[in-house]
């Protein structure tokens, strides 16, 4: 069965720096890949995903991600951080008709 | 377009009382899902739909639990009887994911559900 790491589960930058939040998935065949991001009382907005094609994928809100395969890692990095950006974001795999979830990272931007 | 809509947005009932959750997927979505989330145990998939029929419901905790989908704009979330462990925020999500999962979910904004 699948299964979704993500590491660290509160990251905290400086308003303008990067942002790098990590995530991993198990599976040895390449799952289709989500990041989804939720701010508070808020349901979860999808941010980008990777199917196939280009491994460098663009979201919304000046996000992006990297599929590395051979990593088996799908991190999402943003050049400059906002403070809108705070947020709780999510790493999804697919799996069948389902998407298998990370625990989530708490983004924290400090001024 | 309106996306996914899910009523109420807050709930406060008693223990033992039946609580009902009501979502409604973007039209045109043939695949629906109700999913809870907590502190403690996080994004858990509880059950979700295909077409209207039922698939996979092995997250349901407990018989206490069970969800309908009558038709393709109106799914349903039961707990009866309620008790304070099953206080949550509740999401249902939808999508056009038909036996591949290269589609993403839209969520609607949850049922926060507290139970005294």
């Known amino acids: 069965a699948q299964s979704v790491t993500q590491l660290g589960s509160h990251v905290s930058v400086s308003e303008g720096a990067l942002v790098l939040l990590r995530c991993n998935y198990s599976s040895s065949v390449p799952p289709y890949l989500f990041w989804y991001v939720q701010y508070p009382n808020q349901g979860l907005q999808l941010l980008l995903k990777y199917t196939t094609g280009a491994t460098l994928v663009k979201g919304i809100n000046g996000f992006e991600a990297e599929f590395k395969k051979s990593e088996t890692s799908f991190h999402l990095t943003k050049p400059s951080a906002h403070m809108s950006d705070a947020a709780e974001y999510f790493c999804?795999?697919?799996?069948?008709?389902?998407?298998?979830f990370g625990a989530g990272t708490i983004l924290r931007v400090k001024s | 377009d309106a996306g996914v809509i899910q009523s109420p947005r807050h709930e406060v009932t008693e223990m033992g009382q039946e609580v009902t959750l009501r979502c409604k997927p973007i039209s045109g979505h043939n695949s629906l899902f109700w999913y809870r989330q907590t502190m403690m145990r996080g994004l858990e998939l509880l059950i979700y739909f295909n077409n209207n029929v039922p698939i996979d419901d092995s997250g349901m905790p407990e018989d206490r639990f069970s969800a309908k989908m009558p038709n393709a704009s109106f799914s349903t979330l039961k707990i009866q009887p309620s008790e304070p462990r099953d206080s949550a925020v509740y999401f249902c999500?939808?999508?056009?994911?038909?036996?591949?999962?290269?589609?993403?979910?839209?969520f609607g904004d949850g049922t926060r559900l507290s139970i005294l």
């Open positions: 999804a795999a697919g799996e069948g008709n389902k998407l298998v």
């Open positions: 999500a939808s999508s056009l994911a038909q036996g591949a999962s290269n589609q993403p979910q839209h």
